[in-house]
């Protein structure tokens, strides 16, 4: 029972984070069934259909009733209809979820070689210019806004040189040159940022255990500095990435949904942006709520992992 | 030498901070021109030596924009992070010096928050409440409460167990005042290391909330409406969207490095966290 | 023999810790009972784990008691936030190991040294600065040092200042959690007759925890020696160390140098053997087996009981009896 602890505080909160979104909709200032039914209010048969909305979510009775009427919804999976299309919010979710995921995906395979291999070579060369300039570069990368290199990036390779297209999405099976021609330049405006951060925490974690004795008494044992460096430090230095990386996929859902708005491509983003812009709440809530509990998942196999690597460690 | 070197990056970071203070308090001290000035015979002007970034689209000096931007930027950093942490210090110092179950209830709250992407949780608020600067504000500051939260939390409970804190316990001396007077000064050093790096991260969350319609609104002038209003000038006038990225990205960069700098003054074995 | 001022009930502590999601139970302090004197020394021995820090921290009421329970003067050591919580922080005291950490590092000397007299109210606002500096004064330091941060001052420096930070109130008793251990050995002995010098000025009691049994011997009137939060034996200082009953306090005594070359020479050493066990799977019966040279069935089987052997020892072993 006691093993079962950590879990059950990742069921609280994911129980929170659902709460939370039910709130935000009662925050909301006006009537909760005019922002379900959305734009079409106004049509003939309004009267009829915001009674049916009252009756399908118990809106005219007690909020904990409310509250329970959502909570069933959630377990069952039953996240609502759009109200424009008419069309069920998981099955929006569902089509819209493989491009933002392998949006995810190529920027993570792109960055983590690459971060990995810078931030152990710079902590090796510490304080000399390759260091200084690897640091200085990721803490840039870190810090330009996403939108703003995606917007250069489309400008010089598919304006300017007209190498690439400069927004829309195919998929994969029809024609995978045309898909990853499309996906190139969001997948590196998004593996940039991540290249920042990640080669920022590997610098740190390797510097740290470059000062260990044990890498201090091998080095002095005479075995190579590149054999230490990528057998020794790496493995110790690279576990506790994979709870960053499981981190900042919430990180990078959020730069997903700006670099999607920006390049065309039709993932969870889009759908969410034009769900707030069209207020079609249902969309809004049932797109954050997926997310959401998909990241807590991946949090859940980060640490999960984490722990079967390094069997001492105390998260 | 050592020492010299120590300080010079914290002469050129003090005058940059200066410089923002000015910006956002005296902008007119820096610039000639009017943010909202119109001058049609000027329209998206390259730059020059009287239009340093050149002008937008209604001949409005870039510059001028990005300086009179800064107010802004800097109440939205600074309000979200003080904001945040009138709510995340107290409960940190709470939940790291008692423990037990209202730390439990604490800690799972602030995860809680942790596990939304700040930009969905603010697309989620932002559809319910409209966009504004006050929302903005408080979507950050609900964001960056975990954070300071965590921050303090750790280290209260390292600082209760340290033998200034347990002689105060044993000479009677009440909770409130172990809290706020031995705890709270001595957990200054890392929190002076997070408050740029959560700075940065309310600038460039600005940024993208403002570019996808859904933070600051023009006519405001804040730098990531500026990036919005130029993202349509990459071709025609691609100084102007260049001169307010670099502008973002400068200001976020320097907030990171200054987080790093106060973390190796607080812990000189660490150059980098 | 003079008043008892603590009387320790058979007390327990137990701590739960979650680690990996499955709770650890530890019996750091195990069904002890003793008496603190007035104006005695009492001295704590034993290895680390053994509890000693653990009882020194439930003597003064730091320490949440799973069972059992401590009088002063006949009041019971009452939980923080009542009223006799406060009357009994100006009788009892602690000092700590790490003088380092144990100064708020943003506060001055003299700050630190005027919170107790304020928090209790001890004289006059005008008062303070004065009653500071005879504080200082009291404990051999300069008055200019008042002004200062805990950073300019040695270990031997700030652990004199806790010493008179801990006098401030002038306590019944004092609690010395290992308070020489992070010094060097000549700053030790300066320490040590500090205490001394303080002891013959008031009327207070010590207790002194230490892993050195020659300090402890230099210093205390009645020793207890612990072993896995038990008592293995206790009574007076001269006792124990001419005749140690327990083997274990044996194997401690035979262990410590003895300062003085030909005896040194001549000593018998019969050193410890093994490791303090895992103190979450004690070993059965005496805890002390594992490591004992003279163990047979009994101790496996039985947890032997603290008795009487002389009119000042008590010792917890089987083979006591048959002496």
């Known amino acids: 029972m006691r093993k079962l602890a950590p879990y059950f505080r990742f069921l609280v909160i994911l129980w929170v984070v659902v709460t939370v979104v039910f709130v935000s909709l009662r925050l909301t200032p006006g009537d909760p069934a005019l922002l379900l039914l959305g734009p079409t209010a106004g049509r003939q048969d309004t009267a009829e259909r915001l009674a049916d909305i009252r009756e399908r979510y118990g809106l005219n009775r007690p909020i904990i009733i409310q509250y329970g009427i959502y909570l069933s919804d959630i377990v069952t999976a039953d996240l609502g209809k759009s109200n424009r299309s008419e069309r069920r919010v998981s099955e929006l979710v569902k089509t819209a979820a493989p491009v933002t995921i392998s949006l995810i995906l190529l920027s993570m395979l792109l960055a983590i070689p690459i971060s990995i291999y810078l931030g152990l070579t710079a902590a090796q060369k510490r304080e000399r210019p390759y260091d200084r300039s690897v640091r200085t570069l990721a803490t840039l990368a870190m810090a330009t806004p996403s939108f703003w290199v995606g917007l250069l990036l489309v400008n010089f390779f598919s304006i300017r040189l007209g190498l690439l297209p400069p927004s829309g999405y195919i998929k994969l099976f029809v024609d995978p040159i045309g898909y990853f021609s499309h996906m190139m330049l969001p997948v590196v405006t998004l593996a940039l940022y991540l290249i920042g951060t990640l080669t920022r925490f590997v610098y740190t974690e390797t510097a740290d255990t470059l000062e260990q004795d044990y890498i201090r008494v091998s080095r002095a044992m005479g075995i190579s500095s590149k054999r230490i460096l990528f057998q020794f430090v790496a493995r110790n230095s690279l576990t506790p990435m994979i709870i960053i990386v499981g981190v900042e996929v919430g990180t990078l859902i959020g730069g997903a949904v700006i670099v999607e708005e920006v390049f065309g491509l039709p993932g969870l983003g889009r759908l969410l942006l034009n769900a707030v812009l069209g207020r079609d709440y249902p969309v809004v809530q049932g797109t954050v709520l997926s997310i959401t509990v998909v990241v807590i998942l991946l949090n859940i196999l980060a640490e999960f992992v984490y722990k079967l690597l390094n069997p001492r460690s105390k998260i | ?273 | 023999m003079s008043e008892i001022i603590l009387d320790i009930k058979k007390i327990s502590v137990i701590f739960n810790k979650m680690f990996f999601g499955r709770s650890q139970t530890i019996k750091a302090i195990d069904n002890v009972s003793l008496q603190i004197f007035n104006s005695e020394t009492f001295g704590i021995v034993g290895e680390s784990g053994s509890g000693k820090s653990t009882l020194g921290n439930a003597m003064i009421g730091l320490q949440t008691l799973s069972s059992g329970e401590i009088f002063y003067k006949e009041i019971a050591l009452p939980l923080s936030g009542t009223k006799d919580w406060m009357r009994l922080r100006r009788q009892l005291q602690i000092i700590f190991q790490d003088p380092f950490t144990s100064l708020n590092p943003r506060r001055t000397i003299g700050q630190s040294l005027a919170e107790p007299i304020i928090t209790h109210n001890l004289c006059s606002k005008n008062d303070v600065t004065s009653k500071v500096l005879s504080l200082l004064d009291q404990v051999g330091l300069n008055s200019n040092m008042a002004e200062r941060y805990p950073n300019a001052f040695s270990g031997g420096q700030l652990q004199r200042i806790c010493i008179a930070r801990a006098l401030a109130v002038q306590p019944q008793l004092i609690i010395c959690d290992e308070i020489t251990s992070a010094l060097d050995v000549s700053t030790q002995a300066q320490i040590i007759s500090l205490l001394k010098d303080l002891k013959l000025n008031q009327d207070l009691s010590l207790v002194f925890i230490s892993h050195d049994l020659g300090l402890v011997r230099n210093i205390a009137d009645r020793i207890l020696v612990m072993y896995l939060g038990r008592i293995v034996e206790i009574g007076s200082s001269d006792i124990i160390f001419s005749d140690p009953k327990h083997p274990y306090t044996q194997a401690l005594i035979n262990a410590a140098p003895i300062p003085e070359p030909s005896r040194e020479a001549a000593r018998i050493k019969t050193p410890l053997f093994g490791e303090i066990p895992d103190p979450q799977n004690p070993p059965s019966g005496c805890f002390f087996r594992t490591r004992c040279n003279q163990v047979h069935d009994r101790c496996l089987i039985e947890t032997p009981a603290l008795k009487q052997v002389k009119k000042n020892q008590f010792v917890s072993c089987h083979h006591t009896e048959v002496h």
């Open chain 2, 1 to 273: 030498m050592t020492i010299k070197l120590m300080k010079l990056p914290i002469i050129i970071f003090s005058t940059l901070g200066l410089l923002t203070l000015i910006s956002a308090i005296f902008p007119q001290f820096l610039t000639p021109y009017h943010p909202d000035e119109i001058d049609v015979t000027a329209l998206l002007q390259k730059p020059s030596w009287s239009h340093p970034f050149g002008c937008d689209e209604l001949g409005t000096d870039v510059l001028a924009r990005i300086i009179y931007g800064t107010r802004l930027e800097l109440m939205v950093c600074l309000g979200s992070v003080a904001l945040a942490s009138i709510f995340g210090i107290p409960c940190g110092l709470v939940a790291g010096y008692f423990g037990g179950k209202i730390d439990w209830i604490l800690t799972v709250i602030a995860d809680s928050i942790l596990s939304f992407p700040i930009i969905l949780f603010a697309v989620l608020i932002v559809a319910s409440l409209g966009a504004s600067v006050l929302t903005l504000v408080g979507v950050l500051a609900f964001a960056f409460i975990p954070r300071i939260f965590r921050l303090i939390r750790g280290q209260t409970q390292i600082i209760s167990s340290l033998g200034y804190v347990r002689s105060a316990e044993a000479m009677g001396v009440k909770t409130v005042k172990i809290l706020f007077l031995h705890i709270l000064p001595n957990t200054i050093g890392p929190l002076m290391v997070i408050v740029p790096q959560l700075m940065a991260i309310a600038v460039l969350i600005e940024a993208g909330l403002s570019f996808i319609g859904l933070g600051i609104q023009p006519p405001q002038i804040s730098w990531g409406s500026l990036l919005l209003v130029s993202k349509n000038y990459y071709v025609a006038a691609p100084w102007y969207p260049l001169a307010v990225g670099g502008v973002t990205t400068l200001a976020a960069a320097v907030l990171v490095f200054s987080g790093d700098l106060a973390g190796a003054a607080v812990n000189p074995l660490r150059r980098l966290k």
